[in-house]
């Protein structure tokens, strides 16, 4: 296959080529866990901050562009924690600690012997077999001992897993449950070639059970083999039974998943973040939002439903691609449709906005601030107030916040439209 032979490393032979959307994944990697270390040692008390960073996937380290040498995944977490420990020190009198356990693995002996080789040769050679555990294995046989070891190294259990698979399935449903379950503050970002899997139904489409987990079950299949022809279709199906799946069955509360495209390979791939917390799924929107246009949603941004969706078919929706016009649209969609949402959770008139949030937050693209820029109209308008934390009403122009209630006026000005989805 064209896509392993950019990922082969041996010691003295000539790096892999990095593709398009490799770099893209590993700056949407980064740029994720500099907002990630800025907000998780936001507490100014904070001497130490324990974590562990998995790469299951790691590769061989290196890539290269034109004359250029690149990092791969490894190096591109390692120099993550580094830039946050000199960012988050510069203003603070006491000095933050960044305590971080690296786990790297890869199924491939040689690309396991060449990633050894290159950190040894680098400024990270004294952290080898120290602060930096190289393992050769199956991710999926090696998960159980890793998470062994940081529950007992760490009472939160924080922890970053890179999943960087090349195809679909060498991380099962059940290793996601493993780290969801067993840990307090895990989070991950797993890539899963939906081009692969649709290309394995197209030409085969046996061996249904193992795709179970992914939301391919018998009905798909047969609806995928009736409109196969249709490349938006294909995409949509795919990309919203495997979110679906994920909400599922992932034990993840939270996830971002969006599409990347290959114009050089013309294949897509899903790059979904999962987390337990609505402010790690906001953190990474925002970092889609900086990216425009790298990554791609089949369908509406605003409010979305996940699954197997036939309207799509029909409606062929266009591609939301986090561009400004996208985002203008979004805001007119969202005004639409919030009001229906918010009734509907309303209890005894009262929803709080962390409940709305975490309701609502894996079926759109907008990040929290556009979401309180939709309720703060519908408050300007006297269709919902807000109560602070601790009491007292807001004003429409104060800023919404997560800890703050919606709460229906017990004599709504306008009442007619509240609770009704405009209908296009
Ligand atoms: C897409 S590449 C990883 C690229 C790397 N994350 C980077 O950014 O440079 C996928 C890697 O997964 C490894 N691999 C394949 N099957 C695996 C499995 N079941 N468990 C662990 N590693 C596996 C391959 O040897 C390959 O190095």
């Known amino acids: 296959m064209a896509k392993k032979q950019n990922f082969n490393w041996k010691i003295g032979a000539p790096l892999p080529r990095i593709e398009a959307h490799t770099e893209r994944k590993l700056e949407v ?40 040498t690149r990092y791969g995944s490894p190096f591109a977490l390692l120099y993550a924690v580094e830039r ?24 491939n002996t040689l690309h396991m012997a060449t990633l050894r080789d290159e950190l040894l040769r680098s400024e990270f050679a004294s952290q080898v ?47 996601l449950q493993k780290i969801f379950s067993s840990l307090h503050k895990p989070e991950a970002i797993l890539t899963f070639s939906i081009d692969a899997l649709l290309n ?38 795919a990309q919203r039974s495997i979110m679906e799946a994920l909400r599922h069955n ?12 290959s114009k050089t390979d013309k294949r897509w791939m899903l790059l979904a973040h999962l987390s337990k917390h609505q402010a790690a799924r906001d953190k990474m929107l925002s970092v889609h939002w900086d990216q425009q246009n790298h990554f791609r949603h089949i369908g509406k941004g605003s409010l979305f ?3 197997f969706d036939h309207r799509l078919v029909e409606t062929k929706d266009a591609l939301f691609s986090f561009l400004d016009e996208d985002e203008a649209t979004l805001m007119q969609e969202l005004e639409n449709e919030l009001p229906g949402r918010v009734m509907d959770n309303m209890t005894d008139d009262v929803l709080q906005i962390e409940t709305l949030l975490s309701r609502i937050g894996n079926l759109t693209a907008a990040q ?7 309720l703060q109209r519908l408050v300007s308008e006297g269709e919902v107030e807000i109560e602070k934390k601790g009491g007292g009403r807001k004003k429409a122009s104060t800023m919404i916040e997560v800890s703050d209630k919606l709460i229906r006026p017990s004599q709504p000005l306008l009442f007619s439209n509240f609770g009704k989805q405009k209908v296009d």
């Not at 998780?40 to 290196?62: E, K, P, Q, S, W």
């Open 29 to 68: 990697i980064e740029q994720y866990l500099d907002v990630y270390f800025d907000t998780v040692t936001a507490n100014r008390h904070m001497d130490v901050l324990r974590i562990t960073i998995v790469d299951g996937f790691c590769g061989g380290g290196l890539y290269q562009k034109d004359t250029e």
């Open 84 to 107: 946050a420990k000199i960012r988050i020190n510069a203003d603070r009198h006491k000095p933050l600690q960044i305590a971080a356990q690296f786990y790297f693995s890869d199924a």
């Open 129 to 175: 077999d120290e602060s930096i555990i190289l393992q050769t294995g199956n991710f999926e046989d090696l998960l159980p001992k890793v998470l062994t070891d940081i529950k007992k190294r760490q009472r939160q259990g924080r922890s970053f897993f890179v999943l960087d698979q090349w195809g679909y399935t060498d991380v099962p449903m059940h290793c």
């Open 200 to 237: 394995y139904l197209r030409n085969d489409g046996k061996g249904l059970d193992g795709l179970r987990q992914y939301g391919v079950d018998d009905d798909f299949v047969r609806t995928w083999n009736e409109l196969k022809e249709d490349e938006n279709f294909g995409r949509a199906t």
């Open 250 to 261: 992932s034990g993840a509360h939270f996830f971002t998943p969006f599409m990347m495209y």
């Open 305 to 307: 439903e996940m699954g």
């Open 368 to 374: 929290n601030v556009m979401i309180f820029r939709a």
